[in-house]
């Protein structure tokens, strides 16, 4: 468990170690009342154009009352956002939930398989989406609940010329917008325009109301749609709030570059909620695999906070141009959603002269449950810290505590914890029903830091991103040609882990491209195997059940 550190109350940081109050009703108010505070300054940043708090506010009623009066959604419905960064996000999130509606964060880049498992589960009744990903809707229209689509193009809120000219580009010269039939689509800026004639009513909202469904994967390898509250991203606002103290100015001339997509639970709480209820100007950057036009971006700005993941900084990194920006005013970088290598850490120590600082979360707790302080005295290679009113304990597999030094299961309790998952049987997810049980294996040391030294399940991390086997296995078995399949990840010095897949061949004319080509059009790109290994057969337990862990051993030996 949490042990009583030296410093009593508080963190060495001068963090509490208790939040107070929530200080709003919900999500709505925090975002009401900021927008007034600091509405003449500039919110969100992107290609160049920018919104005010007071833009952002105005926009968002907008976008609002049309979900409520033209399209009639009701308190608790569920709408889906499937967008990049764009400015578009934060007017249709909060916009959403003015309108009391519950808001289903999607990856742009799902295949329509897994846009159909999402939108079905969570029974969503609208969906937005960006123009270039319409297609993949349109395969499975007829099999979605949602009655509205709300269709918007990278360029709509850039402005006149600016925004045409983006939107000719991304049309015509890079051809990204396959082409698509929706019969009965809204455009994105005509919501705006007539939303702006409409009164809204202001939804009555409760701290307890569900303000996101955060899809994550699952052991089973099903997508599992995480029960946030109001209440659950206030709570975790508050703690970190305190906790990104050090690296805020009096005057709020911060600056924050968002290159974790929002619909991402770091970037939506930590780059979102929590810049915005700060007053911090935040630089959406919608494609940061363009690394040279990202390091061109950032050339542009006075920047004071990065967050980010292993493979981004990584890829900062290796940029010869990044060296030429600007870290004058930088305080430092936040990593999350997969482990800091040591040589990234060191290197951006070298270029930036600002540490790398780690935290750990999950989407389940909204996210972070530990991170390392912002004043210095962060530990290298350890998660960090408890957030302040956060519990945690490490575990057996009974719920028993172990003694300090000794690894077992990372479990927490909190008012960030999620209540459990959507329309789901939660049991096993809490021990005694308080614990939620993490699946991470981690120890706390004698500072009570903690550290992540395995996983528990067979959980890949691509570049951040949860990758279960299950999943890769049911899409690769289901090829007429395969007989059985085994996934496992592998390191890799740029996403931490890919997958390496291992086949059986029902029929002997299979290639590794004819699979390829079939994981890449019912998977996301960073699910998709990297390598393929056919093998006449696969380890057993006596029971049937295929041994990924000795394929995993076996690989390593090899390797």
Request: glycine share 8%; charged share 20%; aromatic share 10%.
């Amino acid at each position: 468990m949490t042990p009583d550190f030296p410093w009593f109350g508080k963190y060495p940081n001068g963090t509490p170690k208790v939040i107070g109050p929530l200080g709003y009703s919900s999500l709505v108010e925090l975002f009401e009342v900021s927008s007034r505070q600091f509405k003449n300054r500039t919110a969100f940043v992107n290609m160049d154009a920018s919104l005010t708090f007071e833009e952002v506010d105005r926009l968002s009623d907008a976008f609002a009352a049309y979900l409520q009066k033209s399209l009639q959604l009701q308190k608790g419905e569920r709408i889906a956002i499937q967008l990049p960064n764009l400015l578009q996000f934060p007017v249709a999130f909060i916009g959403a939930l003015k309108a009391g509606l519950v808001v289903v964060n999607t990856n742009p880049l799902y295949t329509s398989r897994e846009m159909e498992h999402q939108f079905t589960d969570a029974g969503v009744s609208a969906v937005v989406i960006l123009e270039n990903f319409a297609a993949n809707l349109e395969a499975i229209r007829s099999r979605i609940p949602a009655k509205h689509v709300i269709v918007t193009s990278m360029g709509d809120m850039l402005g006149g010329f600016r925004g045409a000219l983006v939107n000719f580009v991304v049309r015509r010269v890079k051809k990204l917008v396959p082409d698509f039939k929706l019969p009965g689509v809204i455009a994105f800026n005509k919501v705006l325009r007539e939303g702006a004639h409409l009164k809204l009513d202001k939804v009555q909202i409760q701290p307890e109301d569900l303000a996101v469904l955060q899809y994550t994967g699952g052991t089973t390898g099903v997508a599992k749609g995480a029960q946030l509250s109001h209440r659950n991203i206030l709570a975790h606002n508050i703690m970190i709030t305190h906790w990104f103290k050090p690296w805020m100015t009096e005057n709020r001339s911060d600056i924050i570059i968002t290159a974790i997509p929002m619909y991402h639970i770091f970037g939506l709480t930590v780059n979102g909620v929590l810049m915005y209820s700060s007053g911090v100007k935040n630089v959406l950057i919608t494609n940061p695999r363009d690394i040279p036009g990202f390091v061109k971006e950032l050339k542009k700005h006075k920047f004071t906070i990065v967050t980010g993941v292993n493979t981004l900084f990584n890829g900062l990194l290796n940029n010869p141009g990044f060296k030429d920006c600007d870290f004058n005013y930088m305080m430092g970088a936040v990593g999350g959603a997969m482990a800091v290598q040591d040589a990234v850490a060191n290197r951006w120590e070298e270029v930036t002269g600002t540490s790398i600082v780690e935290g750990y979360g999950l989407s389940e707790t909204s996210p972070v449950l530990c991170c390392n302080p912002l004043d210095g005295h962060h530990k290298r290679g350890t998660i960090g810290l408890p957030m302040p009113s956060t519990e945690i304990a490490i575990m057996d597999d009974n719920g028993n505590r172990v003694p300090q030094g000794q690894p077992g299961e990372i479990c927490a309790k909190g008012p960030q914890v999620m209540r459990g998952y959507w329309q789901k049987d939660n049991e096993g997810v809490f021990f005694n029903g308080e614990w939620f049980r993490t699946g991470d294996i981690g120890v706390m040391d004698e500072d009570g830091f903690f550290k992540i030294v395995d996983r528990k399940k067979d959980m890949i991390k691509v570049s951040g991103f949860n990758v279960y086997p299950n999943e890769i296995e049911n899409v690769i078995a289901s090829h007429p040609k395969v007989l059985e399949v085994a996934a496992i990840g592998v390191p890799d010095a740029k996403s931490g882990e890919v997958i390496k897949a291992f086949i059986v061949k029902r029929d002997g004319t299979l290639s590794e491209e004819e699979l390829k080509s079939f994981c890449h059009s019912n998977l996301t790109n960073y699910k998709v195997p990297r390598y393929f290994e056919f093998r006449t057969e696969l380890p057993k337990t006596n029971v049937g059940k295929i041994l990924r862990r000795a394929l995993k051993d076996v690989d390593a030996k090899v390797a």
